[in-house]
């Protein structure tokens, strides 16, 4: 009485359309949680205290909001200026922007001194302090 949901289909091989949706959502979702929780704590620990408990609501909604609103209108731009894409063109997309992301990732990760140069620059300020 319940339909097969994977392997099952409409042809011999089985319909991939439910497989690749529910692992996109799976992955759109993991990315969003976990980039969602790194930009909040780059966010939140600048604050003071106080701002923090009265703004965190603020920043975490309008955020969020912003920040889909955002990928909305990217998505929407992209496809109108390229049409409509297939999954080998969607696919070269996502490879592309991963490197985007990597290249950027990396070069902001030599931006963050490591353990012995914090070390010494917290020296030094407290011996230019004292």
Not at 34 to 58: H, I, Q
Not at 67 to 93: D, P, Q, V, W
């Amino acid at each position: 009485a319940f339909p097969k949901l994977i392997g099952g289909g409409g042809d011999a091989n089985g319909d991939p359309s439910l497989n690749m949706v529910a692992s996109a959502f799976l992955v759109m979702k993991t990315m969003e949680f976990s980039v969602r929780r790194m930009l909040d704590e780059m966010v939140y620990v600048p604050l003071d205290y106080e701002s923090r408990f009265l703004g965190k609501e603020v920043i975490g909604v309008l955020g969020y909001r912003f920040g889909k609103s955002a990928a909305s209108l990217a998505l929407s731009a992209l496809t109108s200026s390229f049409g409509a894409m297939g999954l080998r063109e969607l696919s070269y997309f996502a490879t592309g922007a991963a490197g985007a992301w990597l290249g950027t990732a990396w070069r902001l990760g030599d931006l963050v001194p490591t353990r012995v140069q914090a070390e010494e620059a917290y020296e030094k300020m407290k011996k230019d302090s004292a």
